[in-house]
């Protein structure tokens, strides 16, 4: 795969140590942008980019309306927003819930499907329900590439394996920084 622009990772039970082991496998000079959308409570404070951000050494922090596709971060989904993706930037959106979740992975893989196609690299880690398997199969149709993490070693087995059916690759998660390399998703 070249040109990949947006990497959208994707967990929810079990995210935060799942997402952050991926982080650390990631070099300094990884290129493309990172999009986080983990799965939490609208009133959840905003920590999460914080305690990422200790994880790896690409810097982390919440996304913000219109913020544009940078490379070498880290950005999360605010609690509360859907992170909607545009050929040059990210917008965020209130509208309702999607299988009671706002941020929902599903809306952000298909809008990013939708933006970038090919350059697009979806990732589905751990999680409690099927989010994610909808919108990894638009990535799938727009010719960009899906990793799920394998829902038998996944601390929550169901987001990975409702999602298994479109992947490009089914990996341990310790694989996936390097299959993210291999990729020649590099600088």
């Known amino acids: 795969m070249t040109g990949c622009r947006l990497i959208v990772i994707g967990a929810s039970w079990g995210g935060l140590e ?66 909607l993706v545009e050929p040059d930037h990210f917008a965020l959106s209130t509208e309702g819930e999607v299988r009671f979740s706002r941020p929902s992975i599903d809306v952000t893989l298909e809008s990013a499907a939708d933006a970038l196609g090919p350059a697009v690299v979806g990732v589905v880690l751990t999680g409690a329900n099927d989010d994610g398997a909808a919108g990894l199969a638009a990535v799938r149709r727009r010719g960009g590439y899906a990793i799920v993490q394998n829902p038998e070693t996944a601390l929550a087995p169901a987001m990975p394996a409702a999602a298994r059916p479109s992947a490009s690759v089914v990996a341990e998660l310790d694989e996936i920084p390097r299959l993210l390399s291999e990729l020649g998703v590099r600088a």
Do not use: I, M, W
């Open 18 to 83: 799942a997402v952050g082991d991926v982080l650390a496998g990631l070099p300094a000079d990884f290129g493309p942008t990172v999009l986080v959308v983990q799965h939490r409570s609208e009133d959840a404070d905003n920590l999460l980019a914080g305690l990422l951000d200790r994880r790896g050494p690409l810097p982390v922090r919440e996304v913000e309306d219109k913020d544009p596709l940078l490379a070498s971060c880290v950005l999360v989904a605010p609690a509360g927003y859907h992170v």
